[in-house]
């Protein structure tokens, strides 16, 4: 990671970038009033602030941001094996929350530091440095829970309506603010330049009460979907003795989630009259730890920390670190020495219960460096049979069809997954591709517009369905579909206009 990066981890935020605060403020304007009026009073659930952000408006909010996200920040990690491994991890936690059908989102950056945070939606972020920090999944899944409960609770939505705003504009720009200062406090000058600067300084972090109410939620989610309840509880703790020992510069999860002993010893208490019941961390939160460590630093700085763990047999988990230094050889190009600890990880994960789709995915990628694109596709599809909800798995076998110009055998497959998946815009990416590999043109742009719309670029989708009219090589019926999607995308974006007007 570069410095500015590593400095400034989602400048989207800080800058507003591409209009991001229009976007978001349209999409409130749709539902909500200019003017609004809050009460000083929070209530025990959040009433009055759902009274104003509904779930529908919060939702459009933190897609609007999380389009952005993906589109602009260059810190966002778009691996799918690591967002599979986190939304599973995170589903299982909101299964067991309050709310256990809601709408979640995980995703990570790439930052060392130790951070998460809740966004508008159900959209959770959490950086690469609290995954490799915490010590079990337990801990992971303690940090997950607690965010996951500042969603259910509407903390974001109470936290803001706490303080009276003229508009809805300034209400976006102090939500926009106070999730800047959750990535870093040093970058939100600029939106909270844009807001009442004394307003957002007040709310760079959650009160004591949010807080508290947190970790209580947060605590029954983990107990219920069966980790270690000591879990939440150590982490906090570790990261309090680090911002200690790192007085200036305390992890930035302390400054935007206050930690104070009471709040510790409270949730150590509650730990204490839980029954014992030891967890075993999940293969892929190994697997997963290790690829991002095969990430970091030069080529041969994650050669060699693995070749030292194996050597001095320093590990938590010798499949973690086979695997992890099969991604380091593979990384340096070194092709056989990653078939070579591949070959380990597979005789290491001979009994079910330790297989991953991870393990595939490696060997799909082996094979596919190696030029050997039939044993890259026999190696996902064989991944699918054992993980067929694998998205890494899904995507590669699709990419793989393409490569191979099997584009028949592929789009049969992506249509298949869009049955299942119909929201899922590298779907439409993949399908626009195998369309294009057979020359239809219409199909082709027909996609890219799905691909388009679905990350809120309703612009760019309107410009590939009129590309679509043109094309000249679809029958009747696909020509009256791209017609009818157009006066519908068209609508859509007449409304979103006369929405910020």
């Excluded at 809120?456 to 009256?480: C, K, P, T, V």
Aim: proline share 3%.
């Amino acid at each position: 990671m570069n410095s500015a990066n590593s400095k400034c981890p989602l400048r989207w935020i800080a800058t507003a970038h591409r209009g991001v605060i229009s976007a978001v403020a349209a999409a409130m304007l749709a539902v909500t009033a200019p003017t609004v009026l809050f009460a000083e009073d929070l209530p025990d659930l959040g009433e009055s602030a759902r009274a104003d952000l509904s779930p529908q408006i919060e939702r459009q909010v933190g897609e609007s941001i999380m389009n952005d996200i993906r589109l602009n920040e260059p810190t966002y990690v778009d691996d799918a094996e690591i967002s599979d491994y986190l939304n599973h991890l995170g589903g299982r936690l909101v299964a067991a929350s309050p709310d256990p059908g809601g709408s979640f989102y995980f995703f990570a950056i790439r930052d060392s530091s130790v951070n998460a945070f809740a966004m508008f939606g159900g959209f959770v972020g959490v950086n690469t440095g609290t995954i490799l920090t915490a010590q079990t999944e337990s801990e992971l899944a303690g940090v997950l829970a607690h965010e996951i409960s500042h969603v259910t609770q509407n903390h974001l939505a109470r936290q803001i309506s706490k303080e009276k705003q003229n508009s809805v504009a300034s209400m976006i720009s102090m939500a926009v603010g106070i999730l800047a200062a959750r990535s870093n406090s040093q970058v939100a000058g600029a939106a909270i330049a844009s807001a009442q600067a004394g307003a957002v300084q007040a709310q760079l972090a959650y009160s004591r009460d949010f807080e508290r109410e947190a970790d209580r939620f947060g605590y029954l989610a983990l107990e219920k979907a069966g980790f270690d309840v000591r879990g939440m509880a150590a982490f906090f703790q570790r990261l309090q003795m680090a911002g200690r020992v790192y007085e200036n510069s305390a992890p930035i999860y302390l400054r935007s989630h206050p930690l104070t002993v009471e709040r510790i010893s409270d949730m150590q208490n509650r730990a204490q009259n839980a029954p014992y019941r030891q967890v075993v961390d999940s293969v892929d939160f190994q697997l997963v730890r290790a690829k991002l460590r095969a990430q970091q630093g030069t080529q041969r700085d994650a050669i060699t920390e693995f070749e030292t763990q194996i050597a001095e047999r320093k590990y938590s988990s010798a499949l973690a670190a086979h695997y992890g230094l099969a991604r380091a050889y593979l990384r340096a190009k070194d092709l056989a020495g990653a078939q070579r600890e591949l070959d380990a990880v597979k005789a290491l994960s001979k009994i079910p219960t330790t297989g991953s789709p991870l393990i595939y995915g490696l060997a799909g990628e082996i094979r596919a460096a190696a030029g050997d694109l039939p044993g890259a596709l026999a190696a996902y599809r064989d991944g699918l049979q054992r993980y067929p909800a694998a998205h890494s798995l899904i995507y590669a076998c699709a990419e793989t069809q393409f490569l191979l110009r099997q584009y028949d055998a592929a789009l049969r497959f992506i249509d298949q997954e869009l049955q299942r998946y119909p929201s899922d815009f590298k779907l439409y990416e993949l399908q626009a591709k195998n369309y294009a590999g057979q020359d239809k043109r219409l199909q082709q742009h027909r996609s890219l517009a799905e691909f388009y719309a679905l990350q809120g670029q309703l612009g760019q989708a309107i410009e590939q369905l009129l590309i679509a009219q043109r094309a000249g090589d679809g029958n009747f019926y696909e020509q009256s579909v791209v017609d009818a999607r157009l006066r519908e995308l068209r609508r859509q974006q007449d409304d979103e206009k006369k929405r910020r007007n």
